[in-house]
């Protein structure tokens, strides 16, 4: 039997092939496992597995060409430690199935190839046995693949994890709030057709069996102005086009809304209402089936759907101007529909979009707006609603996500781990106040992700007792500060240039901060830049110098998103709508409230602290997410795109942090395990410590000290040469080893496979002996008893049939039969015949009778009609002629022939006298006259009445057969016959001495013709015939030597023939 390997095209694991089995993935015992640094033999062609095993890991186009090779090898996760970088591929690679989930399962982080999966179970295995907080952090930029990544690992452990004791709901809901959230929170984007639009941090909770139990979502700045205005090319939120496309006809009748996208204003500014690659009606019944799941009523998913409806009435209501350049409504039957769906009054709402209520010295105000303030309300309206319904829709999730049971002993023993899917840096052609939020947020987790680095390096090498040596890096805290210092930072100045008396703009907010940070040196504005860095900067923009490049915002609309204002009259008209949703989302203390709320920016920085704090009381996990092209197309590898996305992710930074100490470590155990082949004396196995054996085999690999550290539990290598040297000698080690391996399995198979031979055919042999042995048992019995029965029956042979001698009898008569059946007469001529035992005499005559007769009934049915008459006449002629006449014997042999004369030897005056009658035989004859005796030649003629006796061509005589009274013929062998006809014939001159040389066959045909077969008189000594009318003629027969006819002196006619045969 051959082993043999093959590679899976993502090349990630190897199959055992059996050539009687099908193919088995390469599971613990059952085949061999494709670890980490299997791969480096092949890292010429498809990279190295981890970064830190660069070897010039400062250069950022080796890092590219790393990445570039493993993508062409549909090979998307790589490691930077125990950071995991993904590729988006664009297609589906068929590697998230339960067997790949199976093969990461329960296995050391860098046992197998970089996956998701492995990142998933380490997480989770230490979640178990340290009992300690953890969390997966998931970043990159729109399209890069976050949330198939987040999707993904809630897959995972919905799908590993043991089942909570109460059934599976938890783990449904967790899954299910995926689409109900990017329902209502993605939408189409420029670069991605499901982009995230907000960030997401979930906590998943587990008990001490590490079943899932609960779960909790905080959701960050949902992008609430997509509501109002798309760019050309993206969409607004899924949920509105899901609702339009799959809702059902009631559903929409009662709703107020229309099936096309284009009637409504707010979904059709980006001009890209149908997209191919989303189905909005499948996705309509996954939303609405999961809204079921995670405890939705229907009820509230009417309640939910009527606000969904309201927002896009909300954009088709229009404005005009009266007299006084105010605004008025002048759709109404918007205004009926916004009323019915939100429970608000008409009148109270058209007022609340018309005018702005204002306080002014405890008094109230209406001040009517303009057109373009008029649109602000409705839009800010609009925002407000939609936000403030996904907050109430996240906090719905969590409530129905909740353990129910949080006083049994083990909601206190559960753990918790967290999965963080955040928007990632974003450097767009225009940046304005979102992008500034979302890369400050950038900055504050690449700031922890630093330090929790650097944490993370320095307690492993103090736990395995090596000296810690300082790392040089970029710290980004310069920029934080920039952007969160109290009263000096980016933010606290927006925030005051939004409270502050006075008319505020963005330009007076831009000129602030050139007062306040101007001395920054990662802050610039035109007015600061020198002469050539101002070509690139407008008067209204500024720029940061942030750690992924610099970014330049504009600051137009930085007040009003900051403000995020919603006039107080449409505040109120919210808070009395009867919707349950509504009335819940639009508290009525806000109106009493008198503190001014906090701004979008701090709201923002605050959570975003919590953030972090709850980030750094868990143990994190990285997966840097990265958007090969903008295009969505599978194989195609951006370099440019790439390399802005690696340098924004701070992928380099963390290479280096990681690289400035070891490249490489492993534990003891692990690294003696792989590398023992390789000296002697650990070979093949090693006794000791295996600390000490690692001291051995270093040695013997001659390792100089500088290129390694021995810590407590750990083997650290300080460059990738090393490493990439001892994977080598392994290489061709292995081959070696192989070939050993190879001899001693094929020696241990074939003897195994001949001892299983060995024992089948003994046991085969025994057992054929032992039939052998019974079957000749069998036969001697079975024959000792046939002889004894025989002899018994033998003995009483001759006396009347009994039990005693039937065997013997019956065996006699079988045996008879058998016999006779081998011995039976060949031909009717064969009269042989077995001699029966005496009780089969009268049968055996029987059967004699039988064969005969069948014997005769197969010949008669054999011969020919021609054959038959053959026979016939020579049936006759022995009847007449057998032991009569000497000549006889010789004509047995010759056959009989149907005439003697041709047509043409007859004389046609004779045919014509002969009329019609047919001449059945001709033969010729010799005549001897009636006086003297004198032979003259004639012809025989045999017609069916007659016998002709012809001269030449002139009948002489002719004999009716009727007037035929006999044939005399001697029992010598002459040849003579006489012919008697009637004396009383007057026509007829007397009887015809005749002489034929056949003459037995010519008698019988005239005998037959003539019907005249008793009649034929076979004489001995003489005939006597009528020579004439009152005369006989006596013919004279004696034995003579030799034929002699010649006539007598007494007158008579004498014929001397030789004896033939005595009788």
């Not at 046992?111 to 295995?125: C, K, M, N, S």
């Not at 760019?231 to 949920?239: A, K, V």
């Not at 975003?608 to 195609?636: H, M, T």
């Not at 054929?768 to 029956?793: D, S, V």
Request: charged fraction near 25%.
């Amino acid at each position: 039997m051959a082993l043999q390997v093959e590679l899976i095209p993502t090349g990630e694991i190897i199959r055992v092939v059996h050539p009687h089995r099908p193919c088995k993935l390469a599971l613990g015992s059952d085949g061999v496992r494709v670890t980490m640094e299997s791969a480096l033999t092949a890292r010429d062609r498809v990279g190295v597995q981890d970064f830190v095993l660069l070897e010039n890991f400062t250069s950022e186009a080796a890092f590219m060409e790393n990445l570039r090779r493993r993508f062409r090898e549909n090979l998307i996760y790589t490691y930077i430690g125990p950071v995991l970088v993904s590729v988006n591929p664009y297609r589906d690679l068929q590697i998230y199935s339960r067997q790949h989930m199976e093969r990461y399962r329960g296995v050391s982080f860098y046992e197998v190839p970089p996956h998701l999966f492995a990142v998933a179970d380490t997480v989770y295995r230490a979640l178990r046995t340290e009992r300690r907080d953890q969390a997966v952090m998931i970043s990159g930029e729109s399209g890069a693949g976050k949330t198939e990544a987040t999707k993904r690992l809630l897959q995972f452990y919905a799908e590993t994890c043991p089942a909570p004791e109460r059934g599976g709901a938890v783990r449904d809901r967790l899954l299910q709030s995926n689409p109900v959230l990017e329902a209502f929170g993605n939408a189409k984007t420029l670069r991605n057709d499901n982009s995230s639009r907000f960030g997401k941090y979930m906590d998943v909770q587990f008990d001490f069996k590490g079943a899932p139990v609960g779960g909790h979502i905080l959701s960050y700045l949902l992008e609430k102005s997509r509501v109002v205005h798309q760019n050309h090319g993206e969409r607004n939120f899924h949920i509105f086009y899901q609702l339009l496309e799959g809702g059902e006809e009631e559903t929409l009748r009662r709703l107020g809304l229309e099936r096309n996208p284009q009637s409504y204003l707010y979904l059709v500014k980006g001009q890209c209402a149908k997209v191919s690659s989303i189905n909005d009606k499948s996705d309509w019944k996954v939303v609405r089936k999961a809204l079921t799941v995670i405890d939705f009523t229907e009820e509230e998913v009417e309640e939910l759907l009527s606000i969904v409806a309201s927002v896009l009435h909300l954009g088709n209501i229009h404005f005009a101007a009266d007299e006084e350049s105010n605004a008025q409504v002048t759709t109404e039957n918007q205004i009926k529909y916004l009323s019915r769906l939100l429970g608000v009054e008409g009148a109270t709402l058209r007022e609340a979009l018309t005018h702005r209520k204002i306080i002014a010295k405890g008094e109230e105000l209406l001040s009517p707006l303009n057109l373009e303030q008029a649109a602000y309300a409705r839009d800010a309206l609009a925002k407000a609603v939609y936000s403030r319904t996904f907050t109430w829709l996240v906090g719905k999730i969590n409530r129905s996500l909740a353990s129910k049971d949080a006083e049994s002993p083990s909601w206190r023993s559960t753990t918790v781990l967290g999965l963080l899917d955040i928007y990632g840096f974003e450097v767009f052609q225009h940046n304005s106040f979102e992008q500034f939020c979302i890369n400050y947020c950038n900055e504050k987790l690449q700031q922890l992700f630093i330090e929790l680095t650097l944490k993370s390096e320095q307690e492993e090498y103090e736990a395995e007792g090596i000296a810690w040596e300082p790392v040089q890096y970029f710290n980004n805290k310069i920029i934080c500060d920039l952007v969160e210092e109290k009263f000096k930072g980016i933010i606290s100045i927006l925030d005051e240039e939004c409270l502050r008396p006075g008319e505020a703009t963005d330009l007076t907010f831009l000129e602030k901060l050139e007062d306040t940070v101007k001395q920054h040196p990662h802050f610039l504005t035109h007015k600061l830049a020198d002469q050539r860095t101002r070509k690139s900067l407008g008067r209204g923009e500024f720029r940061l110098l942030h750690y992924a490049g610099e970014v330049t915002y504009s600051v137009t609309g930085f007040l009003d998103k900051n403000n995020d204002l919603l006039f107080r009259n449409l505040k109120e008209t919210m808070c009395s709508s009867k919707n349950p949703i509504m009335s819940q989302c639009f508290d009525r203390n806000e109106l009493s409230d008198k503190k001014r709320p906090e701004t979008v920016a701090t709201q923002f920085k605050l959570s975003l602290l919590q953030l972090v704090e709850i980030l750094k009381s868990k143990e994190p996990a990285y997966v840097r997410c990265i958007k090969p092209n903008d295009a969505k197309q599978p194989g195609r590898f951006d370099e440019v795109l790439i390399r802005h996305q690696v340098k924004y992710l701070g992928l380099m930074e963390n290479l280096r942090v990681r690289r400035a100490g070891f490249a490489y470590r492993r534990k003891y155990e692990v690294f003696l395990q792989r590398y023992k082949s390789l000296c002697p004396e650990t070979w093949p196995t090693w006794a000791g410590r295996p600390q000490d054996g690692v001291a051995v085999l270093v040695r013997h690999l001659g390792y100089k000290p500088e290129e390694y550290k021995m810590g407590r539990t750990k083997i650290f290598i300080r460059f990738p040469k090393t490493l990439f040297a001892t994977e080598d000698a392994l290489e061709v080690r292995r081959q070696s080893l192989a070939t050993k391996i190879q001899a001693a399995w094929r020696g241990f198979h074939w003897r195994q496979k001949f001892l299983r031979v060995k024992r089948s055919a003994i046991c085969i042999q025994s057992w054929w002996r032992g039939t052998l042995g019974r079957r000749k048992a069998a036969k001697r019995k079975w024959a000792a008893q046939t002889i004894r029965r025989l002899i018994r029956g033998f003995i009483l042979r001759h006396a009347p049939r009994c039990p005693e001698n039937a065997f013997f009898l019956d065996h006699v008569r079988t045996s008879f039969l058998l016999n006779l059946r081998r011995q039976l007469p060949r031909n009717v001529l064969d009269t042989s015949w077995p001699t029966p035992p005496p009780a089969l005499r009268e049968a055996s005559e029987l059967l004699r009778e039988l064969c005969m007769k069948n014997m005769v009934w197969k010949y008669c049915r054999s011969i020919s009609p021609e054959w038959k008459q053959q026979l016939q006449q020579k049936a006759v002629a022995s009847e007449i002629f057998k032991g009569k006449k000497d000549n006889y014997p010789q004509s047995v042999p010759r056959l009989f022939i149907s005439t003697r004369l041709g047509a043409d030897e007859i004389s046609p005056k004779v045919l014509q006298a002969l009329g019609s009658e047919p001449i059945q035989y001709a033969v010729p004859v010799v005549k001897y006259d009636r006086k003297g005796y004198k032979p003259r030649s004639r012809q025989l003629l045999l017609t069916p009445s007659a016998v002709v006796i012809v001269e030449d061509a002139k009948v002489k005589q002719r004999i009716d057969y009727a007037n035929l009274t006999g044939i005399s013929v001697s029992s010598l062998s002459d040849s003579l016959f006489v012919l008697h006809v009637q004396r009383e014939d007057n026509k007829q001159k007397g009887d015809v001495v005749l002489q034929s040389d056949h003459v037995i066959e010519t008698l019988t045909k005239t005998a037959l013709s003539a019907d005249r077969v008793n009649h034929v008189n076979i004489n001995q000594g003489s005939i006597t015939f009528a020579g004439g009318p009152g005369r006989d003629g006596i013919i004279d027969f004696t034995p003579g030597s030799e034929l002699l006819i010649t006539k007598a002196k007494n007158g008579h006619l004498a014929v001397v023939a030789p004896r033939l045969n005595s009788r």
